[in-house]
């Protein structure tokens, strides 16, 4: 059964999509920078900073910003699954670096056609809640 959710926790969690989404401006390693394009998200007063979970066959993947639903849903939606490789050159990681990419860590029983498209209807949904 696939279902859709959010969660809020007290602290940011960067998700493994953060790292191609949230390019960092002022260092050049994400994990030491403090401003980001697009930034992070911020919390919501009295409850904390959203993660949107989506669960299919058995495999929950989580999200901290609609920046990154927006992105998955791009990628996710292709017939053609593009490469690893293709979409870090494309992206501020660059060249040599897509075992960074979140790509390369989906297990491979989410990345045929049929499933990819159950995943993007679900991060619809979390997008289209969330405006």
């Known amino acids: 059964m696939s279902k859709y959710w959010v969660e809020y926790v007290q602290e940011y969690c960067p998700s493994p999509v953060s790292v191609v989404v949230h390019r960092p401006l002022d260092c050049e390693y994400w994990s030491g920078a403090t401003q980001f394009d697009p930034p992070l998200p911020a919390p919501d ?3 904390g900073y959203r993660v949107y979970k989506v669960e299919v066959k058995g495999y929950e993947l989580s999200f901290s910003s609609t920046a990154e639903l927006e992105h998955c849903i791009d990628v996710l939606s292709q017939r053609h699954l593009p490469t690893t490789r293709s979409l870090t050159e494309r992206s501020w990681l660059g060249k040599g670096r897509q075992h960074l990419h979140w790509l390369s860590k989906l297990p491979g ?7 990819r498209q ?3 209807r679900l991060l619809g949904y979390l997008n289209s809640d969330s405006q």
Request: a positive charge.
């Open 45 to 47: 007063i009295g409850k």
């Open 109 to 115: 029983a989410l990345k045929p056609y049929k499933e």
């Open 118 to 120: 159950e995943i993007v």
